[in-house]
């Protein structure tokens, strides 16, 4: 059977049955891939590395694994990282000037965990710089395959518009203060941001030690569990939800999400999730909307941090409002910092209470659809990451799934909030939604090149 434009955004337990059975070869697989990538890459931009000779190298490897019975969960599906973690013997750039000439000499954890599952990684993704929000002119900005004249979001750009454009079938990215969730809702994707410290961080670049998450961008909710569970080493269980599970919209972020498609839209992803069966009541979280200060209060200093030995002699490496915000962040007074990790403490107990009383929240994940430029923020004016940052504090796992689109046909997203640790209850719940969407669409390909 021949890779064709369907089966490149086939679920990947599809694709999976049929390299099993040997209807499909993960070579073929593979330069199907990587053919689609070079015909969309000139008006995608999601690549700053194509790893096409080691790939056809772990393609071979995962084609005689395979049939030698002792192929991986991922065994010959390609796969995608943001050009933040380290693979040996390739750079790192992360979308910044800074790390140009340098090679990793070891493996990030998150691609040893791939290799181990039998995934072909076949690319770096492009970013924004150092997963700071903001784009380097030596990179240039991602697009969106939905409309290339709009961004893919960030700061996992590429990797979203990687997967939307069906260049691969799941792609690793980084969530800070909503970095995977925000451009899987402006590219109409599933985007994980799992439970704090639940996928091991060797060998990522920092931006912020206590909010990056690992985050994981798919087509699927059943292809991100998968992922999910490669990465972590543990199973992530399907079993089903509650019959009539509690689902609480968090009032204040919804009254601070004034945009009246986001909010049509938002409206009927949780009535298709009521029609399932499910309970859906408001409940309160005083002070998130506020939440995003205390957010920039721990992100400011540890940025700075993490860039203390490029700062302030490498300026004119970086893009300008990256520099700027890490220089701000060293002018965080340390009684701020401590008193925003006292806040966290607090919000995050806050965050346990609520869900005491329903198995998941429920919020919009952005405050529009995709905008044509990534827009360039200061630290005083990331509320735009209102809706994202505050489960990045608390540490909670936040799904962002496809809530239909704008009039002129942008993805808009909304995203459920689970207990710690409980990622398969918030899969399981966002699987009925799934199935009571009859599925979620991918872009035509006429809108991004030729197949």
């Not at 699927?220 to 199973?235: E, F, K, Q």
């Not at 403490?345 to 609520?354: C, K, L, P």
Request: charged share 20%; net charge negative; aromatic share 4%.
């Amino acid at each position: 059977m021949n890779a064709g434009s369907d089966l490149l955004v086939a679920p990947i337990a599809t694709v999976s049955r049929l390299l099993h059975h040997g209807e499909l070869s993960p070579e073929d697989l593979l330069e199907a891939v990587l053919a689609r990538q070079e015909i969309l890459e000139p008006e995608l931009n999601a690549f700053t590395t194509v790893l096409a000779d080691r790939a056809r190298r772990q393609a071979r490897e995962a084609a005689a694994a395979i049939a030698a019975g002792q192929g991986g969960p991922l065994a010959g599906i390609p796969v995608s990282v943001k050009d933040i973690f380290d693979i040996a013997g390739v750079p790192t750039i992360a979308g910044s000037r800074i790390l140009r000439g340098t090679e990793a000499t070891v493996d990030s954890a998150v691609h040893s965990r791939l290799r181990d599952a039998g995934a072909v990684v076949f690319g770096k993704t492009n970013m924004l710089e150092f997963a700071y929000g903001f784009v380097h002119p030596d990179h240039g900005q991602c697009n969106n395959p939905w409309d290339t004249g709009r961004t893919a979001g960030g700061s996992s750009s590429g990797s979203a518009s990687a997967v939307a454009a069906g260049i691969g079938y799941a792609s690793v990215g980084t969530d800070t203060g909503g970095s995977v969730r925000a451009p899987a809702s402006f590219c109409g994707l599933v985007g994980m941001k799992p439970t704090y410290d639940s996928i091991d961080r060797r060998g990522l670049i920092p931006l912020s030690a206590t909010l990056d998450h690992v985050g994981l961008l798919t087509r699927t909710v059943a292809d991100n569990r998968l992922l999910l569970a490669a990465l972590t080493g543990r199973p992530v269980p399907a079993g089903p939800p509650p019959t009539s599970p509690v689902v609480g919209v968090i009032t204040e972020l919804l009254d601070a999400t004034p945009d009246a498609q986001v909010r049509d839209a938002f409206a009927k992803a949780v009535e298709v999730l009521g029609s399932t069966g499910a309970r859906v009541r408001e409940v309160s979280l005083p002070g998130i909307t506020e939440l995003w200060r205390r957010g920039v209060e721990i992100l400011g200093p540890e940025a700075a941090h993490a860039h203390r030995h490029w700062l302030p002699a490498r300026e004119a490496d970086y893009a300008p409002p990256t520099f700027a915000n890490l220089m701000a962040g060293r002018d965080v007074p340390a009684v701020a910092y401590l008193n925003a990790l006292e806040a966290r403490r607090e919000f995050s107990r806050q965050v346990d209470a609520v869900l005491g009383e329903a198995d998941v929240l429920a919020a919009p994940t952005m405050p529009g659809g995709a905008t044509v430029q990534d827009p360039v923020l200061d630290l005083a004016g990331l509320d735009a990451c209102v809706r994202t940052i505050p489960f990045n504090v608390s540490g909670h796992p936040a799904l962002s799934l496809p809530a239909g689109s704008t009039l002129d046909g942008r993805p808009l997203g909304w995203q459920l909030i689970g207990p710690k640790g409980r990622e398969d209850a918030v899969y399981a719940i966002a699987e009925r939604y799934e199935t009571a969407c009859g599925g979620f669409p991918s872009p035509s390909l006429g809108v991004v090149g030729r197949a």
